[in-house]
């Protein structure tokens, strides 16, 4: 497979996806995914704890991105052992981090923020490399080439917000503005392109009382942008430019990240200048710095095959199942929405 096949084929995929996505997600059926029971009250009904779909798709995008990974580290030849032991490490920390981040910025202890996990990714990511290829050359081991490494992360990073933020849809959270608060050409850009979210349980409906209202979509606009972006450095990073394929894909995601923050009607901390910008301009900053320092890389070869079988195989399978249920449960077990459950049996089947 070539490397503009393999792209143009998951492009292909998301697009479908997404013109799926985009028109059903913001309806009220496609937040809650299940509910279980977990307590029995004195009347006899079950008090539920739901699960979202919110967490399903986050975990989707997850295993994806960490597919997509395992495949461009493996085009490196990096060992899977490696590969997995790194995205371990980083999700260790990433994942508690969105928590994290989110309660310090906003203020509340229910909530997430991608771009909080994001941003401590990429600081802790090239030290993490660094500490790895020194165990790696104590073992006389093959060292992971640092800037296409972090190209990769970057990379899958914005490929796995951007499949994510669809998710975002689902429970109405992240939302733009309103129509009527913005400027008039964008009004007439999103007259016929807009979301409208239905259901009280929805973020958009509890925290600002918009269900119902035409709202730019924000969530749409970042998850085609990341995708794309995306996928045009994985076909950069595979012709062997990291350097513009890390640069071009810090650029375009956390430029995007201040940009949109003006779009968006969800509370995202207090002042003029969120924090989220100021993390999106840090990380620019820190990019650029990072591209100049260090090693391009440019003479370590790709072989797109050879990532493909790091990824078919037993062991990685298994890893991507088992991260898959640990992210569905981290994000999808609600913590803002309760059930009540009864049950009753068919007289007439029995």
Not at 87 to 109: D, F, Q, S, T
Not at 274 to 291: D, N, P, W
Not at 308 to 317: G, L, T, Y
């Amino acid at each position: 497979m070539s490397s503009e096949t393999f792209v143009v084929s998951l492009a292909a995929v998301y697009l479908g996806f997404a013109v799926w996505a985009f028109r059903q997600l913001p309806q009220e059926g496609w937040q809650i995914l299940a509910s279980v029971p977990i307590m029995k009250d004195m009347s006899g009904r079950w008090h539920g704890l739901n699960f979202t779909y919110y967490g399903l798709l986050t975990a989707n995008a997850l295993l994806l991105a960490c597919a997509l990974l395992i495949v461009l580290f493996g085009s490196l030849k990096v060992p899977t052992g490696v590969t997995l032991t790194l995205v371990l490490v980083l999700l260790m920390v990433c994942l508690p981090a969105a928590k994290w981040v989110a309660r310090i910025v906003e203020g509340k202890n229910y909530t997430f923020t991608v771009a909080g996990a994001f941003f401590v990714g990429i600081f802790i990511a090239p030290l993490t490399l660094r500490i790895f290829n020194m165990m790696l050359h104590q073992a006389n081991l093959y060292e992971v080439p640092i800037l296409p490494a972090l190209a990769a992360f970057t990379i899958v990073s914005g490929f796995g917000e951007g499949l994510g933020r669809v998710a975002c849809i689902s429970f109405g959270c992240c939302y733009g503005k309103p129509l009527s608060q913005v400027h008039p050409l964008l009004q007439r850009v999103f007259n016929n392109w807009n979301f409208v979210f239905s259901g009280k349980m929805k973020k958009i409906a509890y925290a600002s009382g918009m269900d119902g209202t035409q709202v730019v979509p924000v969530q749409a606009l970042t998850s085609t942008l990341y995708v794309a972006v995306s996928l045009f450095s994985t076909l950069l990073f595979l012709k062997r430019y990291y350097v513009l394929a890390f640069v071009l894909t810090m650029v375009v995601t956390q430029g995007w990240r201040i940009v949109s923050e003006v779009l968006r009607a969800d509370h995202r901390g207090w002042g003029k200048i969120s924090a989220y910008q100021v993390m999106g301009i840090l990380a620019i900053t820190y990019s650029i710095a990072l591209a100049a320092s260090l090693d391009s890389g440019k003479y370590v070869a790709t072989n797109l095959p050879s990532g493909i079988n790091a990824f078919w195989q037993p062991e990685v399978v298994i890893f991507l199942q088992g991260l898959w249920v640990v992210v569905f449960v981290f994000f999808g077990k609600s913590m803002v929405t309760g059930a009540e459950i009864s049950f009753h049996l068919y007289e007439d089947r029995i």
